[in-house]
Structure formats: structure tokens, C-alpha cells
């Protein structure tokens, strides 16, 4: 079922990104003067774009399956697996710490506001996790860019290293490198809280309400008791699924995020060859996520029966 | 809630590592004193450090830096030598040769010879290069190394251009010859003959490069260059504000509103030149609405140049009349046919050329309003906003203007190389040697070639071959003058403005000399008191 699946989503991807107008050729010769027709068909045939479509495609398809992810269509013309390589580590980093984070402060979040339903404290909540989803992360980027690093200069501005710090015991090192990123992660998650709370809150709600909860207040068992042992544990059934959901995630980053913090990321990467029109590089971050996409949505069914013996013993 | 605590106590160590110990502490104060350190940011990432392969203006900037060509421009635009000491024109104009410096290493430790000259010419050539640069070379008919230090090249019919040709950076064939050169690991790290030696180059993060301290001009004075990747203008211009950037291009709006505190000025300094670009508006000439040259002057008197230049650029840029540079050589100070700001006189033109005020306030003749669209590309905002201006002042004559903003690939594609466009609002670099056939040429109407506006003139065309034929400057600099006036006359396109360039560089670096050529010409004198 994965394989054809697979194969599928590259032929789409494949088809989608040759219909956009604009070869690399064309991306990287384009308006300059020094650039003859000549030269421009040379640089066709040296990328194979002179060969037919399906052509191309087989080719690609056939590189593929030996893991084989050709080089890049950009002028350095590195394999495309190096180039990822080298951005992956930060991206998943970044994105493992943020997610971590905001399991962690949106469960308790949507927990207090379902618990104390329609209260102050409920709908102060409500409008905390709404500012961070709907003020725009660059704008407030830059705001904390400017009050922590050229105000107070207490946090690095952008990158993820200090210059020179290649010299400094490993201590100092790691320190700085959590100094750059406090702003991001910060960022990033207060900017994601919005959507798993209110989740976690109105599944909260609904499993309040049900008999057995009302059952367990009856025979006398503690408010905490009931919320934390017998509520939570059905609450965070739908939650695995988007756990799943976001493995895909953890290698795609976020443009904006990476640009406005100069942090050397997949987002980056992605998009540069969506713009310049890098074929093989943009086909193999695709597959690497549909990959991941494919092997989450299999892991969150299996931790799903896992922890449900409904669906484990086959009634729904 | 216990993750809470754990994050509280992050940040609290993390706060509590700010202390004045901390080595990032450290390497500022050291650079507040004098450590000759240069870091400069950059909103993009080379792609390839063997020039030939690379066309993006990062890459050149650290090639620039890592490589010498035979000859080079210096602080007043004038072609020196840089590799070669000296070069003859033969008597017909047809061989080059040149002289070429003795002593000059690379970088690993081998001496520079006419080998290397000739292997960069056979390679940049060679079919299987994929280069965008073959184009001057190939006007080479045969070429020559007859001893170890001497270069000749023969072309076919005397081609002025060719000499600033050869500023093409050199590469080294001891590492070279014989290999792939696509996937040479010279394009990572580059060996050259320049005044900085290649270091190090994290991906995404930085590069970094190292005094050469046998340069054949002397050492750089300034020890390490750095050069940060930082892709947002906001970003890098907080960077330069906390230290954390020495030099960078501010834009008119931060130069003229934001960096004229005290505080910044002692920190900063501030330098403003014409910059090597210009930005016109460009009409389709297969259109008949366009063909009519009266209708063309009108838009041009039309539009006030100045009101755009304060309006888009804070006054930081001058007014074009024609492709060059004001103040180089080629460029005509006083051109007498261009049209000028005169709406009157606008009016005048199009009543002359048939157009009657309609109904609604827009021209018409023979029933068809004098309406186009200008299309221009997506994330340059000071292209939109010039269009807004243009739309503004040509309603006000009469002229019904729509604006079309497109993502560059697909505004390349699918209008400019089918000819499919009203006008269009684009902006051209202006090079060093003022021949102008790739743009302005009959022959170059093509598809995909750049005289996109489909602009015929023989008299122009004989002027343009007639100017890159000959070595004589006094001569090439009258058929450009002519050019200039044609060009003024025909208004093909509306030359907009010139912009300036507006560089920034932190106090601490002295000896920054602003030249014609900008500031950049002699930074290997650059230091830090």
C-alpha cells in the first residue's frame, strides 16, 4: 500500500513542478547579458532537461530507487542528500525542542481552561493562545530582536553560532548555541499553542461530561484524581494522531522563522529551490516528507490500538 | 507543570551565562578594541566558487576577493592591470597581448604562469562547460601562451569590449586540467591568486577568508574577512546595529530615517554613490499604440522623474536619460532630444498623434482608449511603487494605466520572452564597458534574447558595432554620445533613474577611500586603529 502510494505522490509533485513556467536553465541565465542561446541549450543537456518529460522521469525514478537523489540544478551542483545533510540537524533539533514545548505548555493549557470552563481564567486563555496564533511571528520576531539583542543585548540576534565560538570548550559552546535559539523556540511555540489547547480543551470538555466521570464524582474520588487518572487518559487518545501528524513536520521548517533568524534550515532550502526552480533538490525533500508523512499516519494507527483496546479488538 | 519548572530554570542559566565572562562578551570587547576582524553580511548565499559556473552576485563577491583577473577596473573605472603588468593593442586592433606578472603564487605555494591564463580560456570555451560566460570568448580566434609570462589572443575583427573580458577571474590548472571541472572541489574551496585565502565556508552560516600574506600588492591589512549569510534586510540592519556586522547596504528609507542619530553617526559611517543600475520603463514596440514615437515622448514628458526619485527612493538617486552611468566616461551629461517633465507638452504630443479626450476622461482615438498595463516583478517594492507614480501622473493626460505585479519566472516565461506585455518596469545592472549590443541590437530580438521590447534602428545599430570595433576611446565615446541622443530622441524605453548605492561601515575601520568606483576598490588598505 505505501509503495504505490509513494510512487504516486512523486509522479504528482513531479508533474506539478515542471507545470510551473521557468526552467533552472532559464532561473539562473535569465536577463544576463554574458548568456548566448548556445549557452543556455549547453546548460540544458548538462541537466538533462533537453530529454522528454517521462524520460526525465524514469531517470529520476530509476536514481531513486538506489537512494540516489542526483545532484542539484543550483550552480554548485552538489548531491542533493549532502545538501539536505547538512540542514537537517537543525531543522529537526529546533523542531523536536518547539513541539516538546508545546505539548507541554498547551496539554496543561487546554486542561486548566476545560476545567475551569467559561471562567476568567478560561477566557484569559482563550485570548493569551489566540494574540500569539494571530500576531504575525515576523513582526514580533523582529520586536524581540530588537528589545533582547540591540536594547538589552542580552540574546544573540540571528544564526546559530557566535563568530569564533569554533574555539570554546564544549560548555560554552552548547550555551551559546541554546542562547541563539531561546528567541525562535520561544516564538514558535508561543505562535502554536492556539491550535493543540483549544483541542485539548474541548476534548477535555466532552470526556467531562461523560457517565463514567459523573460515576467516579458520585462515589466521592478526588477532583484531581478524576481530571488527571480517569479524564486525561481518554482525552489524549486524538492527541497521538497529531503527534503522527507532526512527524512529517519535523523536517520542514518554516521560511519566514528561518529567514528573519538567519538559521540555516530546510525551510530555507526548500524554498530557494522552489525559486530557482531545483528540481531534484525540491523531488527530494518532497519524498523524504511524504515518506514521513506516510510512516507517521502507520505509527499513530499503531500507538492508536495501542492504547485503545477498542480499535484493538476490533470494535469501533 | 514540571516542564514549567525545567524551562524556567533554562532560562534562568541561561541569563545567569550573560555575565561578563562569557566568551561571546569576550569577542566584542576585543573587536571594540581592534581586532581586525571584517564581517559583512550578505542576503545571499554563494553558489559556486569557481566564477565561471556561478552568475549570482554573492559568489562573485568572495571571488572577487579569492581570485585576480589579467586586468582589472580601478577606483576611476579605468582598466588597469591586475595579473598582467601591461598589455599591447596591435597597430589593426586584432591581438592582444599581455605582460603577464612574474612572482604571483597561488595559494597553495604554485607559481601563477601563462598556463593558467590559457586553461581558464580553453574552459570557459569548452562545449562541456556549463558556463553562462563563453559568449566574449568566442570572439577568439586563436589563442597563445609563447612563453611561461606572455599571453596573446587573436580575434577576428578588432572587438573593444575584449579587454575588460579578461577581468574574468583566473583558475588554477595545476588543480584543474584534465578534470571535471563540475565536480572539482574547487568550488567549495577555492585556491586563487588574490588577496584573501579561502578558509571556511559553513553552510547557510558564513564564510570566512584569511589575510594572503605574500599578495604581490602587500598583505591585507584587515587579518579575516567574514562574510554572514543573513537573508532578512531587518535582521542584518539589527546585526549592524549590535555589533554583530561591520559594513552592509542600507536602503533609502533606513539611510535617510533611520540612521541620522547622533548615537549612529558617531558609530557609523555613511557613504552615497551613484549606483551601477538603472531603472526604466520599457514599451512594447510590436504594439501600434507604441510604434507612434510621439507617444512615447508624451508618456515621458508626462512623468515626473524627480517626484518618482523623491517618492521611491527619499531623493537618494538622480534622474536617467540613458543607459550609463552618470559621471563615467561614455555618459552624456546634457542630452539635448531628451524630452523632459513638461505635461503640457504631453498633451500636445498625443493630440498630434490622434488622440481626442473621451468620455471618461481617457484618450481615445478612433474609438480605442489609450490604455496599457506595466507589468513589473514580485518582491521589489520600489518597482511597484514607481508604477503607482507613473499610473498617477499619465491619468492626469489622459492615459488609463493598469498594474500587474508577477513572480519573476513566470513573468519571464510567459510574457516577456512571448512578447506578451504593454510595458514593463525592470531595471538593468549598467557594466563597466558601454557596448550595448546585447540589449539595444536589431539582432538581438529573439526569444529569451535581451532586446525584448523589439526596438529596430539601423542608425543605432551602426553606432553600437561601430563603437565596440575600435580601441579608440575618443571615438567609441562619440558614437555613444550619438547613441545617447537617438535614444533620448526614440524614447524606446523611459529612462527612470539612476539609484545610489548606500553603504554603511562601522567607525572602527579607517582608510575608506569613495571613489567613482565605490568604496569597495581598495579594501586590502582598509584597517583598524
Not at chain 2, 78 to 95: F, H, I, P, R, T
Request: hydrophobic share 45%; glycine share 8%.
Amino acid at each position: 500500500m505505501l509503495v504505490p502510494l509513494l510512487l504516486g505522490i512523486t509522479l504528482i509533485t513531479f508533474t506539478v513542478i515542471h507545470l510551473a513556467p521557468g526552467e533552472p536553465v532559464e532561473m539562473q541565465t535569465a536577463m544576463s547579458p554574458k548568456a548566448s542561446a548556445a549557452s543556455r541549450a549547453r546548460l540544458r543537456e548538462f541537466y538533462g532537461l533537453d530529454k522528454p518529460l517521462h524520460v526525465q522521469y524514469g531517470m529520476w525514478l530509476s536514481n531513486l530507487s538506489r537512494l540516489d537523489f542526483g545532484r542539484s540544478f543550483a550552480p554548485d551542483n552538489r548531491p542533493v542528500l549532502d545538501k539536505i545533510k547538512e540542514r537537517i540537524p537543525i531543522t529537526i533539533s529546533l523542531n523536536v525542542i518547539a513541539l516538546i514545548l508545546e505539548f507541554g505548555l498547551a496539554l496543561p493549557i487546554g486542561i486548566m481552561a476545560a476545567v475551569h470552563r467559561d471562567t476568567l481564567l478560561d477566557r484569559a486563555i482563550s485570548v493569551f493562545v489566540f494574540v500569539g496564533f494571530a500576531v504575525p511571528t515576523f513582526w514580533l520576531a523582529l520586536l524581540c530582536m530588537y528589545l533582547f539583542g540591540v536594547k538589552l543585548g542580552w540574546l544573540p540576534i540571528s544564526g546559530i553560532h557566535s563568530l569564533g565560538s569554533d574555539q570554546w570548550s564544549f560548555w560554552w559552546r552548547s550555551l551559546d548555541l541554546a542562547r541563539h535559539l531561546v528567541l525562535p523556540i520561544a516564538i514558535a511555540t508561543f505562535g502554536s499553542l492556539a491550535g493543540l489547547s483549544r483541542y485539548m480543551r474541548s476534548t477535555m470538555i466532552e470526556v467531562l461530561s461523560q457517565d463514567y466521570i459523573t460515576t467516579a464524582r458520585a462515589k466521592g474520588v478526588r477532583e484531581r484524581v478524576i481530571i488527571y487518572r480517569h479524564a486525561l487518559k481518554n482525552a489524549l487518545l486524538p492527541v497521538i494522531t497529531l503527534l503522527g501528524f507532526s512527524l512529517p513536520a519535523l523536517i520542514g521548517g518554516s521560511v519566514i522563522f528561518e529567514t528573519i533568524f538567519s538559521i540555516p534550515g530546510m525551510g530555507q532550502l526548500f524554498y530557494q529551490g522552489v525559486m530557482a526552480r531545483d528540481y531534484p533538490l525540491v523531488m527530494g525533500i518532497l519524498v523524504i516528507g511524504a515518506c514521513l508523512t506516510l510512516i507517521g499516519n502507520l505509527l499513530a494507527d499503531l500507538c492508536y490500538a495501542l492504547a485503545d483496546p477498542r480499535i484493538r479488538h476490533g470494535r469501533g | 507543570m514540571i516542564l514549567a519548572r525545567i524551562l524556567c530554570l533554562l532560562l534562568l542559566l541561561i541569563c545567569a551565562a550573560c555575565g561578563q565572562d562569557a566568551p561571546w562578551n569576550k569577542v566584542q570587547a576585543q573587536d571594540g578594541k581592534g581586532g581586525s576582524q571584517f564581517v559583512t553580511g550578505s542576503i545571499g548565499e554563494p553558489s559556486n566558487l569557481i566564477p565561471i559556473l556561478a552568475s549570482d552576485s554573492s559568489s562573485s563577491d568572495i571571488s572577487g576577493l579569492v581570485y585576480n583577473g589579467l586586468v582589472r577596473y580601478d577606483k576611476n573605472l579605468k582598466l588597469e592591470g591586475d595579473l598582467a603588468e601591461s598589455w599591447e593593442v596591435s597597430a589593426n586592433g586584432l591581438e592582444i597581448t599581455f605582460h603577464l606578472r612574474r612572482g604571483v603564487k597561488w595559494h597553495d605555494g604554485h607559481d601563477f604562469t601563462s598556463r593558467d591564463v590559457l586553461y581558464t580560456y580553453r574552459v570557459t570555451v569548452d562545449p562541456k562547460t556549463p558556463t553562462a560566460y563563453a559568449e566574449d570568448f568566442k570572439q577568439v580566434q586563436s589563442a597563445q601562451a609563447p612563453d611561461l609570462y606572455t599571453f596573446r589572443v587573436t580575434y577576428a575583427k578588432p572587438f573593444a569590449p575584449a579587454l575588460a573580458s579578461w577581468g574574468m577571474p583566473i583558475l588554477p590548472a595545476h588543480l584543474l586540467e584534465g578534470k571535471d571541472i563540475t565536480k572539482s572541489p574547487l568550488s567549495r574551496n577555492p585556491v586563487g591568486t588574490g588577496p584573501y585565502i579561502f578558509k571556511e565556508w559553513v553552510p547557510g552560516q558564513r564564510l570566512a577568508l584569511e589575510a594572503n600574506p605574500n599578495y604581490w600588492e602587500g598583505a591585507p591589512r584587515l587579518a579575516r574577512y567574514v562574510y554572514r549569510i543573513i537573508p532578512d534586510n531587518s535582521t542584518m540592519y539589527m546585526e549592524l546595529k549590535a555589533g554583530g556586522v561591520d559594513m552592509m547596504g542600507l536602503s533609502p528609507v533606513q539611510y535617510q530615517r533611520q540612521t541620522t542619530t547622533k548615537e549612529f553617526l558617531a558609530r557609523f559611517n555613511k557613504y552615497r554613490y551613484p549606483a551601477s543600475a538603472y531603472t526604466y520603463l520599457g514599451y512594447n514596440l510590436r504594439l501600434p499604440m507604441f510604434q507612434d514615437v510621439r507617444v512615447r515622448r508624451a508618456i515621458t514628458c508626462a512623468i515626473n522623474k524627480e517626484e518618482i526619485i523623491q517618492g521611491v527612493l527619499l531623493g537618494m538617486g538622480q534622474i536617467a536619460h540613458g543607459p550609463y552611468k552618470p559621471g563615467t566616461w561614455a555618459y552624456k551629461s546634457k542630452v539635448e532630444s531628451d524630452p523632459g517633465y513638461d505635461p503640457a507638452r504631453a498633451q500636445a504630443l498625443l493630440r498630434e498623434a490622434g488622440y481626442r479626450m473621451g468620455g471618461n476622461g481617457i484618450l481615445e482615438k478612433n474609438g480605442k482608449p489609450l490604455s496599457f498595463t506595466i507589468m513589473t516583478n514580485q518582491g521589489n517594492d520600489q518597482r511597484l511603487k514607481c508604477a503607482q507614480i507613473i499610473q498617477m501622473r499619465l491619468k492626469t493626460v489622459g492615459i488609463d494605466v493598469k498594474i500587474r505585479v508577477m513572480e519573476w519566472a513566470s513573468f519571464l516565461t510567459n510574457f516577456i520572452d512571448k512578447g506578451k506585455f504593454d510595458a514593463v518596469l525592470m531595471g538593468w545592472t549598467i557594466s563597466q564597458d558601454p557596448d550595448l549590443y546585447d540589449v539595444w541590437h536589431s539582432s538581438k530580438t529573439g526569444p529569451k534574447e535581451l532586446n525584448f521590447i523589439h526596438y529596430l534602428n539601423p542608425e543605432l545599430d551602426r553606432l553600437i558595432v561601430e563603437g565596440r570595433g575600435t580601441f579608440d576611446m575618443a571615438k567609441r565615446r562619440d558614437c555613444y554620445y550619438q547613441i545617447q541622443e537617438i535614444l533620448a530622441k526614440d524614447q524606446p524605453y523611459t529612462f527612470l533613474y539612476v539609484p545610489d548605492a548606500l553603504p554603511v561601515v562601522t567607525s572602527r575601520i579607517k582608510g575608506i577611500e569613495p571613489a567613482p568606483a565605490g568604496i569597495m576598490h581598495n579594501f586590502i588598505k582598509w584597517y583598524v586603529e
